[in-house]
């Protein structure tokens, strides 16, 4: 079964692909590889998430912002290639969450991102090399920002 089917398989809906917000593209390819630039998380209304996590927003809801950033980047690999089925594997993704000082579950939070991309692609394809890090902020206050890197045919 391909990643388009998987998806509808599991209900999910993706948002439109989101537009760049300053002088960037979502995605640049260079052979087989698809460089997707940092996604917020984009809610289906067309709004983003906002809120710094350990204050405005528990583990639970930013888990669901960074699922919320996978689907968009799904939009953006999807608007990119066609068909996400053209997706080989999940390469590296790089996972910023906007937390306070004290808060230390930032892989936990990155997992609402990776355990989406593990569903899509499955477990082979779907999990790759990962970062995940704390910010002092993210652009317009987004709770989590991530870019990722796909092997493409």
Request: aromatic fraction near 4%; avoid cysteine; glycine fraction near 12%.
């Amino acid at each position: 079964m391909g990643a388009e089917d998987r998806l509808r398989e599991l209900g999910l809906t993706l948002p439109p692909a989101p537009k760049p917000v300053a002088t960037y593209v979502p995605t640049v390819r260079v052979g087989n590889l698809l460089y997707v630039s940092g996604h917020g998380p984009l809610r289906p209304d067309g709004t983003l998430m906002q809120g710094r996590v350990g204050q405005d927003l528990s583990l639970a809801e930013a888990q669901e912002a960074a699922k919320l950033v996978g689907l968009a980047i799904l939009a953006s690999v999807r608007a990119s290639l066609g068909s996400l089925d053209r997706v080989k594997r999940l390469v590296k993704s790089f996972g910023m969450v906007n937390a306070t000082p004290d808060f230390t579950d930032h892989p936990e939070v990155i997992n609402g991102y990776s355990d989406l991309m593990a569903q899509v692609f499955g477990p082979e394809a779907g999990i790759g090399a990962r970062s995940a890090v704390g910010m002092g902020s993210l652009p317009r206050n987004i709770p989590v920002e991530i870019e990722a890197v796909f092997e493409v045919e």
